[in-house]
């Protein structure tokens, strides 16, 4: 898994999938893959690049925090910048775990979903009653030729 970036969600992935996430890429890779896993390692994809922004301004809050730092050092201005940019970040990995989230609650059970769906055509037949619809006479009859 060393060419993942790993996200909070890795864990239910396999879950619901039944594979560690390296498989999960290669059957998504393939021609049988299903729209639910293409979605959900998208969605994982963002989460996980969202995640490593939001590592990225912690830690780097964190460095400029640090005690033995120069007091000088400090800017207000880039601790303020920091702080928006960890708010948009916190929002985007709240809303891609709660989308990865909900695609994986809203699948159909593993056994459900390799089976086709079965659909039946109806058709709609109506008798009229003989006196609702006269036959024009001569109807079915042949033309006389015409000289």
């Known amino acids: 898994m060393s060419r993942f970036k790993t996200?909070?969600?890795?864990?239910?992935?396999?879950?619901?999938?039944?594979?560690?996430?390296?498989?999960l890429y290669e059957v998504?890779?393939?021609?049988?893959?299903?729209?639910?896993?293409?979605?959900?390692?998208?969605?994982?994809?963002?989460?996980?690049?969202?995640?490593?922004?939001?590592?990225r301004v912690?830690?780097?809050?964190?460095?400029?925090?640090?005690?033995?730092r120069d007091m000088g050092e400090l800017s207000a201005?880039?601790?303020?910048?920091?702080?928006?940019?960890?708010?948009?970040?916190?929002e985007a990995r709240d809303g891609y775990r709660a989308a990865l989230g909900e695609l994986l609650?809203?699948?159909p059970p593993p056994d459900q979903r390799a089976?086709?769906?079965r659909t039946t055509q109806l058709r709609a037949t109506a008798t009229l009653p003989p006196s609702a619809a006269p036959?024009?006479?001569r109807a079915g009859a042949a033309r006389a030729r015409r000289p």
């Open 7 to 23: 996200s909070t969600m890795d864990g239910d992935l396999r879950k619901v999938f039944g594979n560690p996430l390296p498989e």
């Open 28 to 55: 998504a890779a393939g021609p049988d893959a299903s729209p639910a896993l293409t979605r959900a390692l998208e969605l994982r994809s963002f989460l996980a690049a969202v995640e490593e922004q939001v590592a």
């Open 58 to 68: 912690r830690d780097r809050v964190h460095a400029d925090m640090d005690p033995d």
């Open 77 to 90: 201005d880039k601790l303020r910048f920091d702080a928006q940019w960890l708010e948009a970040a916190l």
């Open 105 to 107: 609650r809203t699948m």
């Open 115 to 117: 089976r086709p769906v």
């Open 135 to 137: 036959a024009p006479q």
